[in-house]
C-alpha cells in the first residue's frame, strides 16, 4: 500500500516553492489542494481535477501513479484518516466528525470508515480509548 507523504516549502503566500523533481512538486501541489479543500463536502474529483490545472486523465494517470490510488480514493482516505484524529477527542460525536471532515452523510462515513479501517467509528474510538487507558 502507497501512503501519500508530501513535504513541501510553501512562502507567505501560499505558493509552492519551486523544486527540480517533477513528481515531488506534483505530490506537495496535490497535497495542498487536498489539505485546503477535504472539510468541504461539495470538493469533489471533478474540482480536485480543475485546481490541478491540468486535463482529466492525464491527472488521474499522475495520481495513481504517484499515490497508487485513484484521486477519489485519496480523498476518501484523506478524510478517513483526518476523521481518526478527531475520533481521539471526545468532544465530537460520530455525525459532527463526519461533517467536519467532509462527508455529508454520517451513514456513508460510517461504512467507508468500516471498509477501510475494518472497525466501525464508534468501535475504533472505544478501541483508542481502551489503550489510553491501559497506558
Known amino acids: ?16 516553492i519551486n523544486d527540480n523533481n517533477k ?3 506534483f ?10 479543500n477535504y472539510r468541504n463536502s461539495d470538493f469533489n474529483v471533478s474540482r ?8 482529466r ?3 488521474f494517470r499522475r495520481v495513481r501513479r504517484a499515490t497508487g490510488s485513484s484521486p477519489s480514493e485519496l480523498l476518501k482516505k484523506k478524510r478517513l484518516s483526518e476523521s481518526v484524529v478527531l475520533l481521539t477527542q471526545d ?3 460520530i455525525s459532527e466528525i463526519a461533517y467536519k471532515v467532509g ?6 462515513f460510517s461504512k467507508c470508515f468500516k471498509d477501510y479501517f475494518n472497525y466501525s467509528p464508534t468501535e475504533y474510538r472505544k ?6 487507558m491501559i497506558n
Do not use: A, W
Open 1 to 16: 500500500m502507497k501512503v501519500l507523504i508530501y513535504v513541501c516549502v510553501i512562502d507567505d503566500e501560499g505558493f509552492v
Open 91 to 93: 468532544e465530537l460525536n
Open 23 to 25: 513528481d515531488k512538486q
Open 127 to 132: 478501541k483508542l480509548i481502551g489503550n489510553y
Open 103 to 108: 462527508f455529508d452523510d454520517p451513514y456513508y
Open 48 to 55: 480536485f481535477v480543475e485546481l490541478s490545472e491540468m486535463r
Open 27 to 36: 505530490l506537495c501541489k496535490i497535497g495542498k489542494i487536498l489539505e485546503d
Open 57 to 59: 486523465t492525464i491527472f
